[in-house]
C-alpha cells in the first residue's frame, strides 16, 4: 500500500488487515465518541473565550485604551486611532479580563493537548485529534491576542511573564508535534474510498460499510506515515504560521530583539536606498533629465514599498491581523468537520458535568471584572490625571509632530538627508523628516491600506475554499496563498508606478 502507483479499483482485504493502520486510512473506520474532547460545552468554551478575548483588544484598539507606547505611526497616523492618552480604569479593567481569559485557556490548552497525546496511545481518531489540534490553536491565539495588548505590561512584571512564556513554549513544541499527522494526503478526507477510486463493489463488503469515515481512523496511523500519496503541502503552511505567529509575538515582548531586527535586517536595507536616493535627489536637482527622474522615481519606489511593509508590519494593526487570522482558521478547521459528520457528532451534545464546568469556569474572569468595575471610582482624579500625563509625556512626547504636514517636496528631504542620523536606530514612533513626509502622502496610506485588504482578500478566499474543499479533497491551500500574496505584490507595485505621473512624493 506504499507505492504511489498502486491501483486502488480493485483490491481485497482480509480480517486482519481491517484492524491495522496499513490499511484503515483507505477504506475508513466507524467513530467513537468522546464527549471530554468534542463535546458541545467543551466548543463553546474555547470559542466563547477566544472571541471574547479578541474583541476586548479590538475594542481596546478602536477606544483609545491601549499603552500608547504600543502604537506606531500606521495606527496612529493611517488608521486615525486614538492615541492612548485615556488613562482611566477602564483600560486596567480590560486588561485584567484578557489576562484571566488568556491565563485560563493557556492552561487548559495544554490540558487538551495532554489529553490528545495520551489518547494516541489508545485509538484516539482523526476527527478528535482534529478538534485536539485546533482547540490548542485557538488557545494559542487568545493568549498572543493578550500579548498583543500587555507588552508593556509583562516588561514592568517580568515574573509573571516568565511562567507564561513556560506555558507558552509548552503549548507550541506540543502543537508542532500534533501537525505532524495532518501532513499525510489522507489526513481528514470523509470518504478515502471515493478519494482513491476503490471499486465501490469492494468497499460494500466491508463490515458496517455505511458507518466507515476517514475521521473515524485512529490518529496514529497518520504519524510519520504517508501512505505512498505524498505530503500534504498544507502541513508545512501551517506550521510556518504557527512559527511566525509565536515569534512575531514573543519578539514584540523583548527589546533586545527589537533592536536585533531593526539593526542587522530592516536598517540596513533601508540605509542602502536612502543613500542611493541622497545622491539620486541630488543629481535630479542639477539635471532634469528623464532618465535621472526615471532612475530617481524607480529607487523611490522600492524604498517606498518597502519602508511601507515594514512600518506595517510593526504596527499594532498587523498583530490584529494575525491573531484574527489564527482565529478563524482554527474555527474553520472545528466546525466544518463537526457539520461534515453532524448525525454522529450531535451525540456528544448532551450537557453533563464535563460540559458544564468549562461554561462555569467562564463566571470566574467576568466576576472578577465586575469587581474591578465597580472600583473603577475609587481613585482620586488627582492621581488619574497625574498617571495620565506622565504615561502620555513619557510615551508620546512627539505624537504632535507626527501629525504635522511636511512643507517640502519628498526630494529636498533626500537632498539634505543626514546620513550620520540614519546610521542610528531610530525609536519606533521617532520618524525622520523625509518618513513623515511619505505618512503625509494619500499613495502612502493607500499602499498601506490595500496590503490589509489585499491580504483580507486572500485569506477570505482561502478560507472559503477550506470550507468547501475540507473533508473531500486535499485543500491545497498554498498554491491559493501563494498567488493571492503574487496579486497583492503586484498590484502594490502597478498602485506606485501608476502615481508616479500625479503623486508628489516622487517629484
Not at 249 to 267: A, D, E, M, N, V
Not at 417 to 422: E, F, H, I, S
Request: proline share 5%.
Amino acid at each position: 500500500m506504499s507505492d504511489n502507483n498502486t491501483d486502488y479499483t480493485n483490491i481485497t482485504f482480509t480480517p486482519e488487515q481491517l484492524q491495522s493502520c496499513a490499511i484503515l486510512p483507505f477504506i475508513g473506520e466507524v467513530p467513537a465518541i468522546d464527549a471530554d474532547i468534542s463535546g458541545i460545552g467543551v466548543l463553546i468554551a474555547f470559542f466563547l473565550s477566544a472571541y471574547l478575548t479578541y474583541a476586548a483588544v479590538l475594542f481596546s484598539y478602536l477606544s483609545g485604551l491601549v499603552d500608547p507606547r504600543l502604537l506606531r505611526p500606521v495606527d496612529t497616523l493611517v488608521h486615525r486611532v486614538p492615541n492612548g492618552i485615556r488613562r482611566d480604569s477602564t483600560r486596567r479593567v480590560i486588561e485584567t479580563f484578557v489576562i484571566l481569559l488568556s491565563d485560563q485557556q493557556i492552561v487548559v490548552g495544554l490540558a487538551i493537548l495532554i489529553a490528545g497525546f495520551v489518547g494516541l496511545a489508545g485509538t484516539i481518531n482523526v476527527y478528535h485529534f482534529q478538534i485536539v489540534i485546533y482547540l490548542a490553536w485557538l488557545a494559542s491565539s487568545v493568549h498572543l491576542s493578550a500579548l498583543t495588548m500587555l507588552s508593556e505590561f509583562f516588561s514592568s512584571h517580568r515574573a509573571v511573564l516568565h511562567w507564561r512564556l513556560v506555558g507558552m513554549t509548552a503549548v507550541m513544541l506540543m502543537l508542532l508535534v500534533s501537525l505532524v499527522p495532518t501532513a499525510s494526503n489522507l489526513w481528514a478526507i470523509g470518504n478515502p474510498g471515493d478519494y482513491l477510486g476503490i471499486d465501490p463493489a469492494v468497499l460494500a463488503t466491508l463490515p458496517n460499510y455505511e458507518k466507515r469515515v476517514g475521521w473515524g481512523v485512529p490518529a496514529k496511523c497518520y504519524f510519520f506515515k504517508n501512505h505512498g500519496l505524498g505530503v500534504n503541502p498544507d502541513a508545512p503552511m501551517g506550521i510556518t504560521l504557527l512559527l511566525i505567529s509565536y515569534l512575531w509575538k514573543l519578539g514584540g515582548l523583548f527589546g533586545p530583539s527589537r533592536r536585533t531586527y531593526q539593526r542587522y535586517i530592516r536598517r540596513p536595507v533601508e540605509k542602502r536606498l536612502e543613500r542611493m536616493l541622497h545622491r539620486q535627489a541630488l543629481k535630479k536637482a542639477r539635471n532634469r533629465q528623464g532618465w535621472i527622474r526615471t532612475r530617481y522615481a524607480m529607487t523611490l519606489l522600492s524604498y517606498v514599498w518597502l519602508f511601507s511593509q515594514n512600518e506595517l508590519m510593526g504596527s499594532f494593526a498587523a498583530s490584529l491581523h494575525l491573531s484574527w487570522i489564527g482565529l478563524i482558521f482554527g474555527t474553520i478547521q472545528i466546525v466544518v468537520p463537526r457539520q461534515q459528520n453532524i448525525d454522529w457528532a450531535s451525540q456528544e451534545n448532551q450537557w453533563g458535568f464535563g460540559q458544564i464546568v468549562p461554561i462555569v469556569l467562564l463566571v470566574q474572569p467576568v466576576g472578577l471584572i465586575l469587581e474591578h468595575w465597580s472600583k473603577r471610582n475609587s481613585r482620586t482624579e488627582e492621581d488619574r490625571s497625574g498617571t495620565e500625563m506622565s504615561d502620555f509625556r513619557h510615551s508620546h512626547r512627539a505624537g504632535d509632530q507626527l501629525r504635522d504636514k511636511p512643507r517640502l517636496p519628498l526630494s529636498e528631504y533626500f537632498e539634505t538627508l543626514d546620513l550620520d542620523r540614519a546610521k542610528t536606530l531610530p525609536l519606533p514612533n521617532d520618524l525622520q523628516d523625509h518618513q513623515r513626509a511619505l505618512y503625509a502622502s494619500r499613495v502612502f496610506q493607500a499602499l498601506i491600506i490595500w496590503t490589509e485588504l489585499g491580504g483580507a482578500g486572500v485569506c477570505a478566499f482561502t478560507f472559503y475554499w477550506d470550507t468547501t474543499a475540507l473533508g473531500d479533497v486535499s485543500t491545497a491551500n498554498w498554491f491559493g496563498v501563494v498567488i493571492g500574496i503574487a496579486i497583492v505584490w503586484g498590484a502594490q507595485f502597478l498602485l506606485l508606478l501608476c502615481s508616479i505621473p500625479f503623486s508628489r512624493i516622487y517629484r
